[in-house]
């Protein structure tokens, strides 16, 4: 979702405006580029050089003298005089350095400010200090350009033919792209928000008010994006939606090499600047830059981190002093985003979005320099006011971490000048309008809201949400299962929600239908009571939860073998409550018929059942610790999704209530965790289990999710493997009225074989065990018990043609069988991939 929203607002990235003077500062003798060397002008104005040793000056305040200094080179003053735009300066090395030396950590005194800060982080770091505090955050977001950087002549555009260059057209794009940036930006946004914290809980964003060009709902999701992170502390810093190892995180000394560059007073403070830069070069680029350090109590005063490659991408944080607490607050942050002037490749935004270097067609010549895009830059920029710290403060729903206010886009002029602190320009108001036209005829904000409901699993219309998981799929027992379904939206009622499906089957030529209306209790606890009836099918011996978070898949690859099935027809009421953001409950009640669709008896001392009636009671729960979320008019939405994940269920079924035949407690049990490692190999874990207490029928044991047909001739064996199922394990071959079980990937980093074909290796383990009290109660079926421990493992290899690989997988321990070939299965695999 992150990259269509990114690549709708940035696609005509980036440059940077032009301004009073700019230059470069280089050794003088080996002519390399000398990164965040100190400027400072006559006027008292202090700036660094970039990466690169690159400077630009841009002052209200006249001036005509600038200094130039580093560590290790005499200092050099340059006079400037009337009509100089560029210098390049040139630094000679001071005697006590002569020659860069590589100076060990013993040696280096950088090394030793770096530990101190370290040290220092917990006292430092005002979300580990400080009790509590709120302030308020004006931020603006353009993509732009400085017209005066764009040339507005028409040019021409050549053919190179036999060594000729032969004149094929005029290119009026650069003349064209002037004319508008002189009249409005590219882009604009604007938010106001206020943000709390509480020492404990999450720091907390209310958005107060919004405006995003072109829309009058925002995106959302954009809010969840992290251009630039509030605190410099973390053991990650995100710049541009991507972490990067933080040069003061616990090793970050094995990382990173410092340098120190100068000193500076900041509010009568003293404050060391050190240069870091990442020791190894890896694929995509690491962080580097300037921490400005306090020379007292080792925070942070100010912070600078850069990217260098195909796009550039520059990161600002300063620090504003309040005395009474001893502590550095942040102040203001901003992050330019432009095109990079190196072939290095770039990944942005979580490695959603990867720049590289596109091949150039050397056959055609323009006569233009630069291009709209060369010269087009993106700028997010938050300055925080109304600092308030310790005063009595409690934040409610810490998960919720942003909370979108209702009437945040209906905001009138006056409110945001009481909180802008850059005023809106007349060309930004016509950037408004402009955009406002172009989304309105475009249909812009429809095609959005099909994007978010397309990723949901739904087809939005005006009242109504389809259900696209419900049109087609496949199973052993219907064949071919063609449905219609869905529910109402908000544009129908927000309060009020209606949802139906109805579905055919081809080889069963029977119908399954479900309908249902419910109603929201409370909007804040996103609390819903509803009813249903449905009458449709269920693989026999499958985990099953009722408050689980589930997500779109048109089709399950393994009910192409499943045969085994009940019918159920139940009426169910229900009530959904957020206990809190994270933790969801939902608590059912259903009674209804179950009747297995294969030949099936439960047989007791006083029960010879095929059919049979349940009543029960049903405890859902649904728990993501470290998920956050977005409170907004359209509903809570997810904005992180994190590990790990807990699902729990419990079940009671009451005999003679209803009529209901069975009288036992179930609890069923899930836990989720994914290891992300900072660009390695991520390790995915799932647990889960079941117990059963009492007599169950079929429909509440446990098959521990098999995924294998032992059919003849072999190569019939080969089929699409399950998400997270057994896949050697013969379908009913294992029965339990207890289980557990674990599963185990490593999914390795795709190999790079080519810009295209980039296959992913996976290092796969599985392993259960069960039990079951009464197996000659589960009358009809041929089963074993799992009670000795059941092991396979595998490899997979995904990606080899659009979106499919292939897979084996061995099985092994006591339940290997006597054949070898039948205990090696061979899958495809796939993995879906909607395009963005």
Known sequence: MKKIFFLLLFVPLFSISQNLIQGKVVDSKTKRPLPFASILTNTNYITLTDVDGEFHIKTKKSFNQITVSYVGYKSESVIIKAGDKFFNIKLKPSVENLKEVIITAKENPALKIIRNTIKNKLKNNIEKSLNSFKFITYNKILVTANPDSVNGNVDSVFVLKKGKKIFKKLDSSNYKFKKEINKHHIYISEKISEFKFQKGKKKKEIILASRMAGLKQPIYELFAITFQDFSFYNEFYTIAGTKYTNPIAKNAIKQYNYKILDTVTTQNRSSILIYFKPKEKKEFLGIEGVLYIDTQNFAITKAIAELKGIVNVKAIQNYKYIERYNTWFPKDMNIVLKKGDNNRNISLFGGAVKFSKSKKNDSVINTRKKNPEDVTYFISKSVNSNIEINTPLVVKNAATTIQFNDDANKKTAVFWNIYRTDSLTNRGEKTYIFLDSISKEEGVEKKINLARNLLKGYYPTKYINLNLGKIINLNNYEGLRIGFGGETNTNFSPKFKIESYAAYGTKDTD???????????????????????????????????????????????????????????????????????????????????????????????????????????????????????????????????????????????????????????????????????????????????????????????????????????????????????????????????????????????????????????????????????????????????????????????????????????????????????????LKLTYKLRLGF
């Open 511 to 825: 119908f399954k239908y479900s309908f249902g209306a419910s109603f929201r209790v409370h909007k804040n606890t996103n609390s819903w009571f509803g009813i249903n009836y449905t009458n449709d099918l269920k693989e026999a011996a499958s985990l099953d939860f009722i408050a689980e978070n589930t997500s779109f898949s048109p089709i399950n690859p393994r009910n192409l073998n499943i045969s085994k099935f009940y019918n159920y027809k139940t009426i169910n009421t229900y009530f959904k409550h957020d206990i809190q953001p994270n933790l969801e409950a939902k608590f059912q009640l259903s009674t209804g018929n179950y009747k297995p669709l294969f030949n099936y008896q439960f047989v007791s001392a006083t029960r010879n059942l095929s059919e049979y009636k349940l009543t029960t009671a049903s405890l859902g729960l649904q728990f993501n610790p470290k998920n956050e979320y977005l409170n907004s008019p359209i509903g809570k939405l997810k904005m992180k999704n994190a590990f790990p994940q807990f699902t729990f269920q419990l079940t009671k079924s009451f005999e003679n209530i209803l009529a209901s035949n069975f009288n036992f407690t179930q609890i069923n049990l899930r836990v989720l965790h994914k290891i992300k490692r900072l660009r390695k190999a991520t390790t995915n874990i799932l647990i889960e289990g079941g117990v059963v207490f009492g007599e169950a029928p079929i429909s509440h044991l446990y098959n521990s999710t098999p995924n294998y047909t032992f059919k003849n001739p072999w190569r019939k064996r080969i089929t699409l493997a399950g998400k997270n199922s057994f896949e050697t394990m013969g379908y009913n071959e294992f029965i339990s009225d207890k289980f557990i079980s674990i599963h185990l990937k490593h999914i390795l980093k795709p190999l790079k074989i080519s810009a295209k074909f980039k296959p992913q290796f996976t290092l796969v383990t599985r392993a259960t065990i069960g039990d079951i009290n009464k197996p000659l109660q589960q009358n009809g079926l041929i089963f074993k018990k799992l009670n000795k421990g059941y092991i396979e493992s595998g490899l997979e290899l995904n990606e080899l043609f659009k979106g499919f690989g292939l897979s084996a997988f061995y099985r092994y321990g006591y339940y290997k069988n006597p054949e070898w070939s039948d205990n090696l299965a």
